[in-house]
C-alpha cells in the first residue's frame, strides 16, 4: 500500500493554496512500490516502473522519405539538370545487395533502405524519366529525402523516463523499437462512495426531498481514465459510527478512499466525525471555487495499513473542479507518475468577472470565434456549483489565479480544455 504518515499534508493555515497543497504532495507522498512486467497490449494508462532504454536505432537503417530516385550527389551538375542511368529498383523490405555506381540512380520507394553509396533522394514527381534514364533538376540539397539511422531515437537512449504515463504514442513507440512488454507500477486501487440522506441510486424510487446521486458515476468514469481500479461502495447514511466502520474497511486494501458530501461545517455533515474516529484529517478548505470545502487525511486500520483520504464537496461541478485540481494531483503521485505541467492557453473573456483574492477560482465557459477570428471565452449563464450543465454545455474552464480579483471583457484570461483537464 501507499506509505504515507500523518502529516503528509501538514498545512497550519486556515486556507491551503493549489500551489503549496501540489508542493506538499510531492514532497510528502510515497508512490506504490510493486511493479509488474506487462504486454504493451495491456500497458494503457500505467506508468512506467524504470526508465526505458532504445534496444535499437530508430529508423535502424537510412531509407528514403519519398518514393523516388536515389543518386550520389557527387554525380550532379551544378548549374543544370543531370541525366542519370537507371540500374535497379528497391521496394521497402528489400534487401540493397548492390551498391550504386558513379553516374548511376536507382529507383526507390518510401521505406526502403538506402543503397550503398546513395546520399540523396529526388521526389519522382521532380524527375523525367526517359527509358532507362532519368533527369533530375538542379539545385537539391545532400541527404535531402534520406531518413538517417537513429535519427529519431539512438540506441541507448532513454526514450520513457520512470514515471510516464503510458498513452497511445508511447505504446507505439515502444512497437516500433521491438519492444514487446514494460514494467510498470502497479495500479491504484480506490474506493467510491457517497454520503447523504437525500441521495439515491438512479433508476430507484424517489421522494420529493431526495436527489439521483450523480457523483459516483462523475468520480468512476474520472478514475477510470487515470487508469485506476475503482470500488464502488454505493450511498452511506449520515451515521458517524456507520461510515467510520466503511471508512475503516476499506483503508485495508485500497490506497485512497474517495468520498463526495459530508465535508463542510453543518451540523449534519459526519464525514469529518468519521475520519478522525479512524485516521486523521489534517485540513479541510483549500482556497479554490468551486469546492473549497476538500478534507484530506490518513486512514489507519488495525492491519497496519495506512490509506489516503479525500472528501470532496457535495455539489457535482465542485466536485468535478476538485477531483482534477485536487485529487488527480495526489493520484498521480500515489501512482509514481511525474507531476503533470497545465498549460492555459490564451484566449478573450467576452464578460466582467469579480473574485477574492488569494483564492484561484474556475469559471465554465464555452468559445466562441469573434469577427476578428479570435477565440472569445463566454461565460455560462448559470454558475451554480450544482448547475450539471454548465459543464455539458460548455467547453473548458478559465483559471483565475489568487492575485486577480476583476476581469474586464477583452482581457486574455487562460482557458483548460475539459479534455486537457480529464487527461
Known sequence: ?????????????????????????????????????????????????????????????????????????????????????VSGRLTAGASAQFSISPGKAIRIFTGAAMPAGADTVFMQEDVTVDGEHVVVPPGLKLGANRRLAGEDVAKGRVVLPAGTVLDAQHIALLAALGI???????????????????????????????????NRYLLAELLGRLGARVTDLGILRDEPVALARAL??????????????????????????AVERVGSLVFWRVAIKPGRPVAMGVLRNTNGHSAAFVGLPGNPVAVFVTFVRVVKPLLRRLAGARPETL????????????????????VRVALRRAGDGEFEAVKHPQDGAGILTSLTETDGLLEFPEDVTTIEPGARVGFLSYAALIG
Open 248 to 273: 475503516e474497511a476499506a483503508s485495508t486494501d485500497h490506497d485512497l478512499v474517495l468520498t463526495s458530501g459530508g465535508v463542510s461545517t453543518g451540523e449534519a455533515d459526519y464525514v469529518r466525525d
Open 343 to 362: 498549460i492555459a492557453l490564451p484566449v478573450r473573456a467576452a464578460f466582467a468577472y469579480k473574485k477574492k483574492k488569494d483564492r484561484r477560482e474556475y
Open 1 to 85: 500500500m501507499a506509505q504515507l504518515t500523518d502529516d503528509c499534508f501538514a498545512f497550519s493555515g486556515p486556507l491551503l493554496r493549489l500551489d503549496d497543497m501540489e508542493r506538499l504532495i510531492g514532497e510528502r507522498i510515497t508512490p506504490v512500490q510493486e511493479t509488474a512486467r506487462v504486454s504493451i497490449r495491456e500497458a494503457y494508462a500505467r506508468v512506467t516502473a524504470h526508465d526505458v532504454i532504445a534496444p535499437v536505432d530508430l529508423p535502424p537503417f537510412d531509407n528514403s522519405a519519398v518514393d523516388g530516385y536515389a543518386v550520389r550527389h557527387a554525380d550532379l551538375a551544378p548549374g543544370g539538370a543531370t541525366r542519370l542511368a
Open 180 to 214: 514487446t512488454a514494460v514494467d510498470v507500477r502497479r495500479r491504484l486501487t480506490v474506493a467510491i462512495f457517497s454520503t447523504g440522506d437525500e441521495v439515491v441510486e438512479p433508476g430507484s424510487p424517489r421522494d420529493g426531498v431526495a436527489i439521483y446521486d450523480a
